[in-house]
């Protein structure tokens, strides 16, 4: 059936944001489409995901080369969905694709050489079916590679029309402020720096957000619901639907211990106190960091979308609130 989007998706003008010191205005929530949407998942629900997404304002959409599985298969069937049901609305979304991780054989299938990096982008934009991708990510550091040839790559992509802007994934903050430096010196400041920022991991919070706040680097938090164990997914188990029972590489079932499940009972009731899920809860207190400009949220399932993008009908946390959470999480 063709698709039609709803004409009430841009009514929350509140949900926007622009991206550290750019133009560019990203959703307060953003949908990556690294679990849900390879060969291995039915293509109807990953479809649906994306549609209702974009009828909510959810007009960002993260990619890799490698997501699927297999990979490929994620930048494939969202190119499906481009084709048949978004071809008129590619100037509303924002694309972003990475290049970084294995993605074919022999020496030059991974990490951060001009030769890797330009043609995974190639084959990216095949898979997709587009001329260009919004942002194009280096979706991990080389340390065996010129950061000057890693980002004269990006660079040049942006050069080529084949990316608009360019980004960073995985760099710690001493990388990130070389790398800023000369991705200005070429004319394509980074616009955005994805790190994994979560309850659990507070990485970014020791130099990190600094560096994007001084730079005017927006921060695209992934990982914000910790795959699910920040909700109230695994509160009394381990559901055969959920991430930890399908696809166990990731989130490892003996990492959800009794006392992490402690924890997450006593945030499950402060967000209820305040009127919220827990998954609401976590979203707020990562979009609490003045750095970050949108969460980068997973999904199985639409009704997850809906409950995620209603932690906006709450107040913000406030200080003493975030105090209280640290108290839950041992930080004090
Ligand atoms: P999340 O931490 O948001 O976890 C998503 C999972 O949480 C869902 O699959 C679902 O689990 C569960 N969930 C989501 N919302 C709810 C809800 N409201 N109630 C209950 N459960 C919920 O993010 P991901 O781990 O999926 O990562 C998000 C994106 O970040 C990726 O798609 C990718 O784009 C990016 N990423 C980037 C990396 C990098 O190196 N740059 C690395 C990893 C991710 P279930 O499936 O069990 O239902």
């Given at each position: ?17 622009r991206t550290g010191r750019s133009g560019l ?140 802007y ?25 616009l ?141």
């Amino acid at each position: 059936m063709t698709y039609q989007p709803a004409p009430t998706r841009y009514d929350h003008t509140a949900l926007y944001r622009r991206t550290g010191r750019s133009g560019l205005k990203l959703p307060r929530l953003s949908l990556g489409l690294w679990h849900n949407f390879g060969d291995t998942d039915l293509y109807d629900n990953s479809r649906a995901l994306v549609l209702r997404a974009f009828d909510l304002g959810i007009t960002h959409f993260d990619l890799a080369n490698n997501y699927g599985p297999p990979p490929g298969a994620a930048e494939r069937n969202f190119g499906r969905m481009l084709r048949e049901d978004l071809a008129a609305y590619r100037d509303e979304l924002i694309i972003s694709t990475k290049a970084g991780y294995l993605m074919w054989d022999g020496p030059n299938g991974e990490w951060g050489s001009r030769k890797h990096i330009l043609a995974s982008l190639d084959q990216s934009l095949k898979r997709l079916g587009l001329e260009y991708v919004d942002i194009f990510y280096h979706h991990r550091p080389d340390p065996d590679t010129p950061l000057e040839e890693s980002m004269g790559a990006l660079a040049h992509a942006v050069r080529s029309g084949k990316a608009l802007y360019v980004a960073l994934s995985n760099y710690n903050p001493e990388q990130t402020a070389k790398a800023a430096a000369i991705l200005r010196d070429l004319g394509t400041p980074c616009l955005l720096h994805q790190p994994k920022y979560h309850m659990y991991e507070r990485t970014p919070e020791r130099g990190l957000f600094d560096v994007l706040l001084k730079e005017g680097i927006g921060a695209i938090p992934f990982c914000p619901l910790a795959q699910g164990l920040l909700t109230n997914r695994y509160l009394n188990g381990i559901p055969e639907d959920s991430r930890a029972h399908r696809d166990p590489r990731f989130l490892k079932p003996e990492h959800i211990t009794e006392e992490k499940l402690v924890q997450l009972r006593q945030l499950n009731a402060f967000a209820q106190a305040r009127g919220q899920s827990l998954a609401q809860l976590a979203l707020a207190w990562v979009l609490r960091q003045p750095a970050v400009t949108t969460a980068l949220i997973g999904a199985s399932k639409v009704a997850q979308i809906e409950d995620n993008l209603a932690t906006f009908n709450a107040p913000d946390l406030t200080p003493s609130e975030s105090a209280q959470i640290d108290k839950i999480l041992g930080n004090t």
